[in-house]
Nanobody, 127 residues
Framework: QLQLVESGGGLVQDGGSLRLSCAAS????????MGWFRQAPGKEREFVAA????????VYADSVKGRFTISRDNAKNTVYLEMNSVKPEDTAVYYC????????????????????WGQGTQVTVSS
């Protein structure tokens, strides 16, 4: 059973940077597409970024494009989300998710497509 644990969240100032990590255990990560989602209070969980199992394809939400970068290190079974030029509206709980995808390099963006979720890490951007 794949388990995901996020870390790296915290309090950051408007315009600052933060790097989130998602460490996987229980299975090799290289056969999973990976995604980051976030959920602010009172709002639905929304897509942030996703990366194919090989790392060759990435997709971003328009709201973070040019500011956030998703990457993965399959040798370390870890996925990252580099967050730059953060804004107060980026404040949310950030979740890592995995979709079992042993053959294709499709990059899913819908939360309903993901099979496994982490517990989330809080990111708070102060203005």
């Amino acid at each position: 059973q794949l388990q995901l644990v996020e870390s790296g969240g915290g309090l950051v100032q408007d315009g600052g940077s933060l790097r989130l990590s998602c460490a996987a255990s229980g299975h090799i990560l290289s056969i999973y597409s990976m995604g980051w989602f976030r959920q602010a209070p009172g709002k639905e969980r929304e897509f942030v970024a996703a990366i194919s199992r090989s790392g060759g394809s990435m997709v971003y939400a328009d709201s973070v494009k040019g500011r956030f970068t998703i990457s993965r290190d399959n040798a370390k079974n870890t996925v990252y989300l580099e967050m730059n030029s953060v804004k107060p509206e980026d404040t949310a709980v950030y979740y890592c998710a995995a979709k079992f995808q042993p053959i294709t390099n499709v990059v899913p963006q819908s939360r309903r497509e993901y099979d496994h979720w982490g517990q989330g890490t809080q990111v708070t951007v102060s203005s």
